[in-house]
């Protein structure tokens, strides 16, 4: 069962978390572009892959769960496990909270033929951060600091 888990875990963050930060980080060229089909959809892809990425936490919850040698693979209170949900979430909030928001007031704006300068290093920034906590995660995840 836990490799079956740790597969599950790996594929989710792989096919949720990668398109999520590759469309965090690029959602700013259709503001830029003032291009508002592709406000649109950046806006829908990081709706959809914020949701989808909770998969990574529950496969994730679900691992940590797991025996092997008769030791628990992780605990909450581990550092890196509580570190990376709570990155995990404000990520997911930056997503949710500022950059979608931002594209869908982008594509109001593009089609009412109004500037949309102003928003646009909102969403190329915050994309950055997501995609700096990522990273942070999957380092959390590989070196496992205070295990």
Same mark, same amino acid.
């Given at each position: 069962?836990?490799?079956?888990?740790?597969?599950?875990? $790996?594929?989710?963050?792989?096919?949720?978390?990668?398109p999520l930060v590759h469309?965090?980080?690029?959602?700013?060229?259709?503001? !830029?572009? +003032?291009?508002?089909?592709?406000?649109?959809?950046?806006? !829908?892809?990081? !709706?959809?892959?914020?949701? %989808?990425?909770?998969?990574?936490?529950?496969? +994730?919850? +679900? /691992?940590?769960?797991?025996?092997?040698?008769?030791?628990? $693979?992780?605990?909450?209170?581990?550092?890196?496990?509580? $570190?990376?949900?709570?990155?995990?979430? *404000?990520? %997911?909030?930056?997503? /949710?909270? %500022? *950059?979608?928001?931002?594209?869908?007031?982008?594509?109001?704006? *593009?089609?009412?033929?109004?500037?949309?300068?102003?928003?646009? @290093? !909102?969403?190329? @920034?915050? +994309?950055?951060?997501?995609?700096? *906590?990522?990273?942070?995660?999957?380092? /959390?995840?590989?070196?496992?600091?205070?295990?």
């Amino acid at each position: 069962m836990m490799k079956l888990l740790l597969a599950a875990h $790996l594929i989710f963050a792989v096919f949720a978390v990668g398109p999520l930060v590759h469309a965090a980080t690029t959602a700013g060229r259709g503001v !830029r572009t +003032g291009n508002g089909a592709a406000t649109a959809a950046a806006s !829908r892809m990081l !709706r959809i892959y914020a949701y %989808v990425s909770v998969l990574v936490v529950v496969a +994730g919850m +679900g /691992l940590m769960s797991q025996k092997e040698d008769g030791k628990k $693979l992780g605990e909450f209170s581990d550092t890196w496990i509580w $570190l990376s949900a709570l990155l995990w979430l *404000i990520a %997911v909030g930056l997503v /949710l909270g %500022v *950059i979608v928001p931002t594209l869908d007031k982008a594509t109001r704006q *593009i089609a009412a033929q109004e500037s949309v300068v102003a928003l646009t @290093a !909102r969403v190329a @920034a915050s +994309g950055g951060v997501v995609a700096l *906590i990522f990273l942070v995660i999957v380092v /959390l995840m590989v070196y496992k600091p205070g295990a």
